[in-house]
């Protein structure tokens, strides 16, 4: 079973400024990552896909970039709404792991 | 609108029984795999178990295997996740979720709660 480690498990920061979250996995999963946004009461919301690829309508500020074993949810300068848990999940031969979250709270 | 409805949750005491439903409208239901994933209180998502669009294929997290069977049945637009054995373990809230954009789960459910204790 793959194990993806995320970090850091809470980052606290203001609006404006600049979000880095990393997914570490235990082996490969070349570019098969996901990244996640949960709010409280909601179900996840799928922001980025393979790697890098931004799903439609997921704001530009929201970029994901690694590959292999690590990578990284990047969002270049915070919104309010932005706040919440984020999880990255990986696909291995048609089976998935998430990783535990990284919780972006309002410093 | 693509929507997808869980139920069937609810309180049960371990060893026991639940079935759970999901309804899927908006979407071609019959072209998409799908999957359930549950999450504990307070924990990350688990991704439980996988069907295709036939049902020829069906994958399951080891966690359940051989207590929990997918299932779908595609004139109705459902799909079902049947759990026996039940332990207090697998309390948690549980989604369905379609697979989109190849290999990835969008959108989700709003879940239903399954709670297991005596």
């Known amino acids: 079973e793959i194990v993806l480690t995320q970090s850091p498990a809470t980052l606290s920061l203001s609006p404006g400024e600049r979000a880095t979250l990393s997914c570490r996995a235990s082996?490969?999963?070349?570019?098969?990552l996901a990244w996640y946004q949960q709010k409280p009461g909601q179900a996840p919301r799928l922001l980025i896909y393979?790697?890098?690829i931004r799903v439609t309508g997921i704001p530009a500020r929201f970029s994901g970039s690694g590959s292999g074993t690590d990578f990284t949810l990047t969002i270049s300068s915070l919104e309010p709404e932005d706040f919440g848990l984020y999880y990255c999940?990986?696909?291995?031969?048609?089976?998935?792991?998430f990783g535990q979250g990284t919780k972006l709270e309002i410093k | 609108e693509v929507q997808l409805v869980e139920s069937g949750g609810g309180f049960v005491q371990p060893g026991g029984s639940l079935r759970l439903s999901c309804e899927a409208s908006?979407?071609?239901?019959?072209?998409?795999?799908m999957n359930w994933v549950r999450q504990a209180p307070g924990k990350g998502p688990e991704w439980i178990a996988y069907?295709?669009?036939?049902?020829?294929?069906?994958y399951y997290a080891d966690s359940v295997k051989g207590r929990f069977t997918i299932s779908r049945d595609n004139a109705k637009n459902t799909m079902y996740l049947q759990m026996n054995s039940l332990r207090a373990e697998d309390t948690a809230i549980y989604y369905c979720a379609r697979i989109n954009y190849g290999n990835w789960f969008d959108p989700w459910g709003q879940g239903t709660l399954v709670t297991v204790s005596s």
């Open positions: 908006g979407f071609t239901f019959s072209n998409y795999f």
């Open positions: 082996q490969s999963v070349s570019s098969y």
């Open positions: 999940q990986q696909r291995t031969n048609g089976r998935y792991s």
């Open positions: 069907v295709s669009t036939s049902s020829a294929t069906i």
């Open positions: 393979d790697a890098s």
